[in-house]
Structure formats: C-alpha cells, structure tokens
C-alpha cells in the first residue's frame, strides 16, 4: 500500500500561480507513473496531469501551457507548479498513481477566486 500526504492548495487570484506537493510514503515510488487528479464540487474526478517513471509528462487540454508536473523519485514527491489560475480550476487537488490506483489522500484545495 501507500499513502499520500498533498500540500500547497489556498487561496489565490485569477492569473496567480500554485505549487502542489505530493510525499508518497512507497519505498520504489520511482518506478511508478504519477498524476495529479482534481475533483470540483459536483463533478467527477478528472485527470490532469501525469508523469512517467521517465519523467515523460501528458497534460490535460484544458491545463496544458499553464501546469507543469515533475518529480523527485530522492524524495518520493511529485509536484504540480500551476500559472495562470483561472476560477474554473478551483478544486480539490489529488496525487496517485497513473496506472495503479492506491487509497486516495486528503487532497488540496485549490480555490481560484477575485
């Protein structure tokens, strides 16, 4: 098993920028792909970004140029650095994995908001 610990959510104007981390508590963590996933009120969970055990990275339409995934396999952490916050990625933020789904975390939330 493993569990997620997610941080850096808050509150932040349109056009500001966010960076998310994600510590995973799995010892071969490097050879997993990694996403970040969010979830808005009243809506599904969606992928928005993942990265590969090669650091390959794949990103939503709707945030790619403006979300940047990447990972530290020294530290078991995936970040997600997020610019150009608009209102419509106000969510609940959530690491796992891209092809293996373990217990979710708490998440971050990420509210974009004037």
């Known amino acids: 098993q493993v569990q997620f610990v997610e941080s850096g959510g808050g509150l932040v104007q349109p056009r500001g920028s966010l960076r998310l981390s994600c510590v995973a508590s799995?010892?071969?963590?490097?050879?997993?792909?990694m996403a970040w996933y969010r979830q808005a009120p009243g809506k599904q969970r969606e992928l928005v970004a993942s990265?590969?055990?090669?650091?390959?990275?794949a990103y939503a339409d709707s945030v790619k140029g403006r979300f940047t995934i990447s990972r530290d396999n020294a530290k078991n952490t995936v970040y997600l650095q997020m610019n150009s916050l608009k209102p419509e990625d106000t969510a609940v933020y959530s690491c796992?994995?891209?092809?293996?789904?373990?217990?979710w975390g708490q998440g971050t939330q990420v509210t974009v908001s004037s």
């Open positions: 799995r010892s071969d963590f490097s050879l997993y792909a």
């Open positions: 796992n994995g891209r092809n293996t789904i373990w217990p």
């Open positions: 990265i590969s055990s090669a650091s390959s990275t």
